[in-house]
């Protein structure tokens, strides 16, 4: 099975520059395409493109940041209501298997969810 041509290029790249933190993500998160983008992973469906997570190292220790998209404000939240949470890649794990918010949205759910209000409110 072949690369498409822009999985093939971060492939390339992810091969040329050996990264330890994208390789211990990949192993965690591996259904979803992991991405290297200024100082943090992203983590997307690999079927949607959808943003589901984003990572960046703490520096000076093994824990990470956790990110979700946010659709309303289109930018990147913090998880968590106290700010900056230094997580394990297990704990992680764990929340995004776990919190809603990291679901990957469906475009035909939001559709027929949109659809079914707006027929809901011209009767």
Known sequence: MALAPLQAIRYKIHMANPDPVLAEINAHFGRFEVTKT??????????????????????????????????????????????????????????????????????SLITSIITSLIRHIFR
């Not at 309303?72 to 700010?83: A, C, D, I, L």
């Open 38 to 107: 200024r100082g943090g992973y992203t983590l997307l469906d690999p079927r949607t493109g959808d943003r589901i997570a984003r990572l960046k190292p703490i520096p000076d220790s093994d824990r990470l940041e956790l990110f979700y998209w946010s659709l309303p404000r289109e930018r990147w939240r913090t998880f968590g209501p106290f700010g900056t949470m230094p997580l394990t890649m297990d704990e992680i794990k764990h929340i995004i298997d776990n919190e809603p918010i990291f679901r990957t949205r469906h475009p």
